[in-house]
């Protein structure tokens, strides 16, 4: 069963492919393979329910958001589907509506779907591009994006779509990296390579290079670089940035909390989490380096961690 079709802004028409309606004008812009043609491999890597089902549920409650309420839900950016299916559960009496560029994710999603009888009816997707005014006004109750805005080209023009498409009194639920702590970051990779450039197994070191140039690339939103195009990861974002777009748009700039449940090892977590994404999870790693990571962890008091995360939960209202 599928849920009803939204009206959509005058100039939009879609077309169905299998379960998906597809913008007609659809096209892959400013995302590379690993959301297209390799959907099913970043699937795989990516997906974790409960992880995004705790983070979901602190962002909700966070939110305020009463979770018996009958809403309709927007997902933006949803990919294969972490955090739609952690809206389904946590809300038990809510539809999603899940957007995305890439039909290839959005298809491994209805493909989910299909599987888990209980969730029929509950979910539809939609791909387009979200630079794109494609919902009619106030539609829906509530806007969830787990790691999607710093994709974007304009994470302004994106939200502000958002913004347009939700209800007044209704809550935009998002989770992104932070400049800050990818300073804190970049910092201890290249603590890092400095201890260990000449030891470590060359996998590591590569891993650890390649993360802190991601880093670089993408301080000062909305500085655009020579290199912001080409990028999945296009962009992290400083307290102030998000406030002023916020604002720009007519939002009310809520709060950031960190992402992360466990503060007391927030550094080697988050180390360790991007080895075991890269594959890199059963390459030895030495002694030195959780000893350097500890450092890290226990020399930044608690208070200065919430600071300095890496990665924010993100709660913007619509008055
Ligand atoms: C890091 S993934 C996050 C996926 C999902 N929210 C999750 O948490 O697993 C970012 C997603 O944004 C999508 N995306 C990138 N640019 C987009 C755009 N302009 N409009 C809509 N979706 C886009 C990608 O295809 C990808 O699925």
Sequence with gaps: MNLPPLTLKKNISTRLDGRVHVDSKWSAAGVTQQFLENAETYHARYTDNDHWKYLVGQAIDLAGVNRQAALRILDIGSGSGNTVFAATDLLPNAVVYANDISPQLLQILVGIQEHLPHLE???????FDLHKDFFADDTFDLVIGGSILHHMFDPEAALKNA???LRS???ILLFEPLEIGGHIMAAIYLSLLAELEFDADPRLIAHFKAIGHDYEARFGVPRVKPWTSGLDDKWLFHPNYLREMASNIGL????IAPISPDLAH??????RSTL???GLGDVPTPDKMWEVLAMFDAGISADLKKRL????IIILAKP
């Design 252 to 255: 009310t700039f809520e709060q």
């Design 121 to 127: 009816g509950r979910i539809e997707a939609y791909c």
């Design 169 to 171: 009194g209704g809550k």
């Design 163 to 165: 913004a347009r498409w």
């Design 276 to 278: 075991n994404c890269a």
């Design 266 to 271: 927030i550094f080697s977590g988050s180390v």
């Design 309 to 312: 995360t890496s990665e924010g």
